[in-house]
């Protein structure tokens, strides 16, 4: 699988210059690209302030990834807030080319910065099937609690979409491989740059790791469209050979 990763600042709360800037870029991609990864909140930086930017799900947010997915013939994802049945959503949309939608609401909130607060929590994590492939996407804090992304359901690749500030950049990076170990899983870290509305810098470090913590793809600084390719089979060899999965523990999450 050839996935595109898009490293960039975020125009604070402006969803229609975030729209345009992703569209020249996902547009600018060769053929043959099956999935487009854009950071947390790509639409507007990792903002509480909701009820002025927030978007329901026939939105132009979701109106427009559709469109892209199926004229680009590429699943697309990444997360955005949406309005639901009166809540706020911190929400991954895992967009299929077909313009079929899946989602994940973030389930670990950011008590530091009072996500909590102004977002509602989401309970059901995410497995996606696309190509052969089972993908389980996250946003960001859930990088921090291991248990909720603990690969029962033998998932092939983990994606983290993410605005990870630069103060703390080194447990990201520490953490990414962790899971991407722990995991056995490709895993992919997709995080912003530049400088939010509330003055928070990010320096980005998207990576790409294997199912042994190798990188594919190094921490970057810049802003940049970056490819990967994923070897579905290289998974289930490591695997075959080391059998870590199958001594796992088994929890009960409340």
């Not at 996902?26 to 903002?47: D, H, Q, R, Y």
């Not at 099937?129 to 996250?138: E, N, S, T």
Request: glycine share 6%; net charge neutral.
């Amino acid at each position: 699988m050839k996935v595109a990763i898009i490293q960039s600042a975020i125009v604070w709360e402006n969803p229609e210059a975030n729209r345009v800037y992703f569209e020249q870029k996902i547009n600018a991609l060769a053929v043959g690209v099956n999935l487009v990864v854009l950071p947390e909140m790509f639409t507007t930086g990792f903002s509480m302030n909701p009820s002025q930017i927030a978007e329901p799900m026939d939105g132009k947010t979701v109106v427009w990834m559709q469109a892209l997915a199926k004229a680009k013939n590429t699943a697309i994802t990444g997360s955005a807030i949406i309005e639901e049945d009166g809540n706020y959503y911190n929400r991954l949309l895992f967009v299929f080319p077909s313009g079929a939608i899946q989602h994940y609401d973030k389930r670990h909130l950011f008590t530091l910065a009072g996500e909590e607060k102004v977002y509602a929590r989401g309970t059901q994590k995410l497995i996606v099937d696309y190509l052969g492939w089972k993908i389980c996407p996250f946003v960001c804090y859930d990088l921090r609690f291991p248990v909720f992304s603990r690969n029962v359901e033998n998932y092939d690749l983990l994606i983290y979409v993410a605005s990870w500030p630069k103060t703390r950049i080194k447990a990201w990076d520490t953490l990414l491989a962790a899971r991407a170990i722990e995991n056995m899983s490709y895993t992919i870290g997709v995080n912003r740059i530049g400088i939010d509305g509330g003055g928070y810098e990010y320096i980005g470090h998207s990576q790409v790791l294997d199912c042994l913590g190798e990188h594919l793809m190094n921490p970057v600084t810049n802003e940049g469209v970056f490819i990967a390719t994923l070897d579905k089979s290289k998974v289930k060899e490591v695997r075959k050979k080391l059998n870590f999965l199958n001594d796992r523990d088994a929890f009960e999450l409340k």
